[in-house]
Structures are given as structure tokens and as C-alpha cells.
């Protein structure tokens, strides 16, 4: 697998090229944002947000705009509204320095072990062995076929991620689903990553749904997709 490390700080990305390399992984490095936009095709992105050139926001929504491979932020911005920000703009997941080696890698293993950067584009999701419908639930229609989700007729701009999210959920809409069964069929089933992860994406979601009754969280539990009071299941 081939990884593209975007840091300007040597003191972190050579000692992180290098372990890296141990476990198996293909590296190219790069210090800038231009850099990162300029280099060419890899399996997964690790970009850093404190660039000397361009803001990481920036430098990751432009990679998103052109391109569905796999991004994690590696930032010391822990703040949740930097983590939002960031899975908004198309990031795939947040690491706050400093981490582990050994979570880094699994986050990378987690969030690649679904498919390649193609299959995801090319629509697949966390549900193999169903056939790709269109569904509506109220005004809320998902299409798993194209990825693609609306409401009120008005396009959603979800992140791979947010999408997996919002039709895994709606596969039994009103039933609550467990945060350990979300986990496992969104992420992976052998995700190693803290569940705030989860936390971030729901919120996210709920904020580009327009309305929080939508995602109901079920203290202790986990969630479930209810929709608005106003809005009635479709077929």
C-alpha cells in the first residue's frame, strides 16, 4: 500500500516514514500543501494541518474535490469543532498528536480494509452481499447505487464516510443500532480507533441533515435514524 505523508516537521515524518516502512507500507513524503496537491496517485493520504504554505482545511478539500482516496488527519488540533470541520471538508478520520504508532496504523489498516479509493468511488459500500437500492424516507432519499443522498430534493454533500453512515443506519430506520455494531459495519469490524470517532460523524451529519431529530441517540445504546416528527416514512 502505498501512503502519502503530507508534514513539514522532519522530527515527526522521518521517524514516522520509517515505521511506516517497517510495516510493509510504500511512503512518499512531501512538506507542503502544493506539494500534496501536485503529487501523484497514492492508496491513502496522512495530512498534517499546520503546513508553512497552505491551510491543511484548504490543502483537504481540494484533495476531497479531486479525489476519493482515503484521508486522515494527523493534527494537534483536538478541539471536536477542528475534528467536525475537518470530516466535513472529506476527511475519512482525525488522529490528534501525539499517538501511538500502533493506533496510527490501525486507523490506516481500518479505514483501507473496506476497498480501494475506485471501489468506494465506484459504489461500494459496507453492504456487499446487498443489491444497491434507492431509498426514501420522508423527504430524505439514499441511493446506494450512485452514492448519492437527498432532501427535500436538495443534494446532500456528505463525505464517503457520512454516507456509509446515513445508509447503514437507514437499512432498519427507528430501529436503535448499537455504537459497537456501527463501528463494526461502517468502520470495520476489527476497528481499534476511540468511538468519539463516531461521536464526530453523527454530529457532522446531523448538521448537514438540518435537523438533529433526524439521528436520535439512545443514551447508553447507541442511535437511530427516526427522521423529523413532521416526516412520514416512505416506502
Known sequence: MHLLIVEDDDSIADPLAKGLQREGFTITRVATG?????????????????????????????????????????????DEIDRVL?????????????????????????VTRRGTAPDRA????????REPTAQRIGGLEIDRRTRHATLDGNDLALTPKEFDLLAFLAEDPGAVCSRTR?????????????????????????????????????RGVGFRLAGPSSADPGP
Do not use: M
Open 34 to 78: 502544493r506539494d500534496a496537491l501536485d503529487a501523484p496517485p497514492v492508496d491513502l493520504i496522512l495530512l498534517d494541518l499546520g503546513l508553512p504554505d497552505l491551510d491543511g482545511n484548504e490543502v483537504c478539500r481540494q484533495l476531497r474535490a479531486r479525489t476519493q482516496t482515503p484521508i486522515i488527519v494527523v493534527s494537534a488540533r483536538g
Open 122 to 129: 465506484g459504489g461500494r459500500g459496507p453492504w456487499p452481499d
Open 182 to 218: 456501527i463501528l463494526e459495519g461502517v468502520w470495520d469490524e476489527h476497528w481499534w480507533g476511540p468511538s468519539k470517532t463516531l461521536d464526530v460523524h453523527v454530529a457532522s451529519l446531523r448538521r448537514k441533515l438540518g435537523d438533529p431529530a433526524w439521528i436520535q441517540t439512545a
Open 86 to 110: 475537518l470530516l466535513e471538508l472529506g476527511a475519512d478520520d482525525y488522529v490528534v498528536k501525539p499517538f501511538g504508532f500502533r493506533e496510527l496504523v490501525a486507523r490506516i489498516r481500518a
